[in-house]
């Protein structure tokens, strides 16, 4: 065996005891932390031609606890929406989601939602349900 053999094969082992003890985080259900006032998807449809329309996903929650959390996401209809600012409230324009390859939650219907946040370094989902869908809105 060559010295850059005796080497490398200690490191290569070390790797991939490392690697494989690093298994993916399984990311708990959570009703602790946010309770759902209202969620709704409301249409909007430009009254200019070729304006286009608009599903906004719409989530107000009631914070339960004062502890520190940042959400990361939502996932509704096979796609995820990534969240930018941890508020009690989000509207979520749904044409800028990025549909999920595995189709996301096989459990989840069309009139719900999860909401994925982090406290510290541990990731928690929140079921957001039920989704009412709101009449379409015309603009002029």
Request: charged share 20%; with cysteine.
């Amino acid at each position: 065996m060559s010295s850059l053999q005796k080497i490398l094969y200690p490191l290569l082992g070390c790797f991939l005891l490392f690697t494989g003890s690093c298994g993916t985080q399984k990311i708990k259900w959570n009703t602790d932390d946010y309770k759902r006032k209202s969620a709704y998807t409301q249409k909007f449809v430009s009254g200019t031609e070729g304006g286009g329309t608009n599903e906004i996903l719409t989530v107000n929650l009631e914070i339960l606890n004062l502890e520190p959390k940042l959400m990361d996401s939502v996932e509704f209809r096979g796609s995820m929406h990534p969240l930018y600012d941890g508020v009690m409230g989000l509207a979520v324009n749904l044409a800028k989601g990025r549909p999920i390859d595995s189709g996301g939650d096989p459990t989840l219907t069309d009139l719900q939602a999860v909401i994925y946040y982090h406290k510290g370094e541990k990731a928690y989902k929140f079921l957001v349900d039920p989704v009412e869908v709101k009449e379409t809105v015309y603009m002029p």
